[in-house]
């Protein structure tokens, strides 16, 4: 069987960090904890699963913290995780069977990662990450923010899923870290790759600087060095960006700008079914939303939100039916959408509607 080192780089993370390790310890040979300087009792519960704790000076860098990580590893794989991820009692045994499955031939290995949820359980914003690797083939991560491991070779795409935990946590975060670090980069004149000129632009548009964020995803594209999901998620996110500023037309064009990449991908047609079904053309609204739900997610390693090709299109279709005077058809997309997000308000709203439709019926 396999031996894997597990590496965490942490920063005041004491109230995730023993639920991440409870979860894997079990599976795991060598558990590093590299600490960037916490001022709460996180190194303290550390020390409760391993005596290889390391303190790294904090240099607005995460790649070189994570390399620091790696560097501390001795077992002939390393996994990695993240203070506030977590293993399902599932996963824990498809993690086993897995370690003993591991063999030299083996450069890397993928792994499902669940970002949130809907109402069922059910993953509903998903994608992979390469969460293994040989360590006797160097690989290193780049990045000061948004960081990723660059990998090649023989990798194995597994089926076990790491799930983040979005709890609230009660000690402050500064959530300006990564926008700040990216700014400090262009004020030292820093080179940006193609990558963190769309990270940037991410950054600019999650903090509402839409004009901003529209300029650095334009500034990447036209580069022509990305990874198309990335050049595909640039023309989706400033069909967002120009949604924001109010400019409607301009966000049409961004989604159809995604088709330039490659197949159509199931956000971008439902952002064109909106637009049209906002200008009252519901059959031209119906093709995108039935496309949405027909269409490709992307691939395996895209961040995935799985909203655009299940609830949120049928919701959609059972608008654009109902317009058309099909109620049947109508019905039927709202207990499809039904079927992800059983408790959503326009499900509810919707069958309400139905039942006194029904019941006016009978009784006329």
Not at 116 to 131: A, I, K, L, Q, V
Not at 164 to 189: C, D, F, G, W
């Amino acid at each position: 069987m396999a031996e894997i080192s597990l590496c965490l780089i942490v920063k005041d993370e004491e109230e995730v960090l023993d639920g991440c390790l409870s979860s894997v310890k079990d599976y795991m040979d060598e558990i590093i904890i590299v600490d960037t300087g916490s001022t709460d009792r996180t190194k303290e519960i550390a020390k409760k699963y391993t005596d290889k704790v390391y303190d790294f000076e904090w240099v607005n860098h995460f790649a070189k913290a994570r390399n620091y990580a790696f560097d501390q590893a001795t077992k002939p794989f390393i996994m990695w995780l993240d203070a506030d991820d977590m293993l399902s009692k599932d996963d824990q045994k498809k993690l086993k069977k897995l370690k003993s499955e591991l063999n030299e031939s083996i450069d890397a290995v993928s792994m499902k990662y669940h970002l949130s949820f809907d109402s069922n359980g059910e993953p509903m914003f998903t994608y992979r990450r390469h969460r293994i690797v040989k360590k006797a083939c160097g690989f290193k991560w780049e990045g000061a923010v948004h960081e990723f491991l660059q990998v090649g070779g023989n990798i194995l795409t597994s089926d076990v899923a790491v799930f983040h935990r979005k709890e609230v946590k009660t000690k402050p975060t500064n959530s300006n870290r990564n926008l700040e670090i990216y700014e400090q980069m262009l004020a030292n004149e820093e080179p940006f790759t193609p990558r963190d000129t769309f990270y940037y632009a991410n950054e600019l548009r999650e903090k509402g600087r839409h004009q901003d964020a529209i300029e650095r995803y334009e500034q990447f594209l036209q580069t022509k060095q990305g990874w198309v999901e990335d050049e595909i998620r640039a023309c989706q996110a400033m069909t967002h960006s120009y949604l924001a500023l109010g400019e409607s037309e301009k966000a049409l064009e961004q989604s159809l700008r995604t088709l330039k990449y490659k197949e159509p991908r199931p956000e971008s047609c439902c952002m064109i079914g909106n637009y049209f079904q906002e200008k009252q053309d519901f059959e031209t609204s119906l093709f995108w939303y039935q496309l949405a739900v027909q269409s490709r997610e992307g691939d395996q390693l895209n961040f995935v939100n799985h909203a655009y090709s299940t609830w949120y299109p049928h919701l959609q279709l059972c608008v654009c039916y109902f317009r058309l005077g099909d109620l049947e058809k109508s019905k039927i997309a709202n207990e499809k959408a039904a079927e992800t997000m059983p408790d959503h308000e326009s499900v509810l709203y919707n069958r309400k509607i139905f039942k006194e439709l029904e019941q006016s019926e009978q009784q006329g």
